[in-house]
């Protein structure tokens, strides 16, 4: 047991020095939902498009990523919340799903000054996805 947690830690390690010191989502998050948007549009098109309206409703586009031909648009918004959208081409379509998170914080008796748990799934964007799929279908 001890042998296969040291295997999967190592590859783990790999994998984040493979990437340039970040570790691919799918490989730390799992794959989030099936596509609910599907575009007969070219992807940079899509990835565009995306930023314009996570910036236009108060996001940092803090990352584009690239993995294979899919990309991963990081968007972040104050310190607490994240949201990843996921643009995977197939043939001459664009798959587009999202995925948000939220970082909980532990208060104590100080008020808003606690410490960070972690980061929670949210679930999908659906404001954000709402929007991308008006503009992208208003072409």
């Not at 584009?64 to 959208?85: K, L, M």
Request: charged share 30%.
């Amino acid at each position: 047991m001890k042998k296969a947690n040291l295997l999967l830690l190592l590859l783990v390690g790999a994998a984040a020095c493979a990437t340039g010191g970040y570790l691919q989502a799918d490989v730390a998050y799992g794959r989030p939902r099936p596509a609910r948007y599907v575009y007969v549009v070219p992807v940079d098109r899509v990835v565009i498009v995306t930023r314009d309206v996570l910036v236009s409703r108060g996001w940092v586009v803090y990352r584009v990523q690239r993995s294979g031909r899919e990309r991963i648009i990081w968007a972040r918004h104050g310190d607490d919340r994240i949201v990843r959208i996921f643009a995977t081409p197939d043939g001459n379509r664009v798959m587009l799903r999202g995925w948000s998170e939220v970082r909980e914080r532990e208060y104590g008796r100080h008020g808003k000054h606690g410490k960070y748990k972690g980061w929670k799934r949210h679930g999908p964007p659906d404001e954000i996805m709402t929007q991308i799929d008006v503009r992208l279908r208003a072409r």
